[in-house]
């Protein structure tokens, strides 16, 4: 059964911090997606990849890094971590010409 | 960029009724493909299409991609309580080939009324 998994489905930080969002996949896939989801404005992509150490930016980049050291795990890197930060975070994995698959999501707060 | 809009961004319907969502996207699409979240969940992929013209149907959802490639709908036939939830349509722009980057609508939220 294909499986995305979240370090975190719920985390707190501080104005400042710099946070890191992990995302893993187990289905080998090539591409791998990070998205912000905000009330109105549907899911917007920030980075993705379709290789490892291969990254793109997505429509809203910035405050934003990504790595990807290997295949199945891509993370998201929060520099100086602020309030309009705050958000759903939502990592997807897929393989070309087909669906996405959604890990569970992480809530993000940052006070 | 790409754009990608989804109408109405909001509906409320008495169970029973039907629904429609309309997506369209400022540029061509390889494929569309449509997504529901769940209240507290998250995307689950629900169907691809991706011949001009194409319309799929999954018991009471019918799904059609214009001939143009550039706008889709979802029509739900006598809505029910498990209807509810977020509508995402979702596409690569015709030069990606369909690879990599995939922009999605702002979505519709369901709620339908028991």
């Known amino acids: 059964d294909v499986k995305v998994t979240q370090s975190s489905r719920y985390l707190v930080k501080r104005t400042g911090e710099k946070v890191f969002l992990e995302c893993v996949q187990d289905m080998d896939h090539e591409n791998m997606f990070w998205y912000r989801q905000d009330p109105g404005l549907g899911l917007r992509l920030i980075y993705f990849s379709y290789d490892v150490k291969m990254k793109e930016k997505g429509d809203i980049p910035e405050g934003y890094s990504v790595s990807r050291e290997k295949k199945e795990r891509f993370s998201l890197i929060l520099e100086s971590a602020s309030t309009n930060q705050t958000s759903m975070y939502l990592c997807a994995s897929r393989p070309p010409l087909a669906e996405q698959f959604f890990g569970p999501g992480t809530r993000l707060t940052v006070l | 960029g790409q754009q990608v809009m989804q109408i109405p961004q909001y509906q409320h319907v008495q169970e029973g009724e039907d629904f429609t969502t309309y997506c369209n996207s400022s540029?061509?699409?390889?494929?569309i493909q449509w997504y529901k979240q769940r209240p507290g969940g998250h995307p689950v992929f629900l169907i691809q299409l991706v011949k001009s013209g194409e319309v799929k149907k999954q018991k009471r959802l019918t799904f059609q991609f214009g001939e143009a490639k550039k706008n889709s709908s979802l029509h739900i036939t006598a809505t029910q309580t498990t209807d509810v939830g977020t509508y995402f349509c979702?596409?690569?722009?015709?030069?990606?080939?369909?690879?990599?980057?995939?922009?999605f609508g702002t979505g519709t939220k369901l709620q339908v009324i028991p």
């Open positions: 540029t061509t699409l390889s494929n």
């Open positions: 979702a596409g690569p722009p015709w030069e990606s080939g369909g690879y990599q980057k995939v922009t």
